[in-house]
């Protein structure tokens, strides 16, 4: 069986998902609705909101890796 294209070459691209309630998951993940982040709207360089700039880094990679995960994208086992 050929590999199964998910796109119509159109002009105006592709995308997953039609709304943030469509659930979508790559490699045989469970299906997800989009993921929202309070962490994430924040600036990196805003201290108003975090305690510091570094914890602010932590918080919006854990969320990145956080999402990544329960997209399929990466796995944390080997």
Same mark, same amino acid.
């Given at each position: 069986?050929?590999?199964?294209? /998910?796109?119509?070459?159109?002009?105006?691209?592709?995308?997953?998902?039609?709304?943030?309630?469509?659930?979508?998951? &790559?490699?045989?993940?469970?299906?997800?609705?989009?993921?929202?982040?309070?962490?994430?709207?924040?600036? /990196?360089?805003?201290?108003?909101?975090?305690?510091?700039?570094?914890?602010?880094?932590?918080?919006?990679? /854990?969320?990145?890796?956080?999402? /990544?995960?329960? &997209?399929?994208?990466?796995?944390?086992?080997?």
């Amino acid at each position: 069986m050929g590999v199964q294209e /998910l796109t119509d070459k159109g002009p105006d691209g592709s995308r997953l998902g039609q709304s943030a309630a469509d659930k979508v998951a &790559l490699y045989g993940a469970t299906p997800i609705v989009q993921r929202s982040s309070t962490v994430l709207a924040s600036s /990196l360089l805003s201290a108003s909101s975090y305690v510091s700039v570094a914890s602010n880094t932590a918080a919006i990679l /854990l969320e990145l890796s956080n999402a /990544l995960v329960a &997209l399929g994208a990466i796995r944390t086992t080997a």
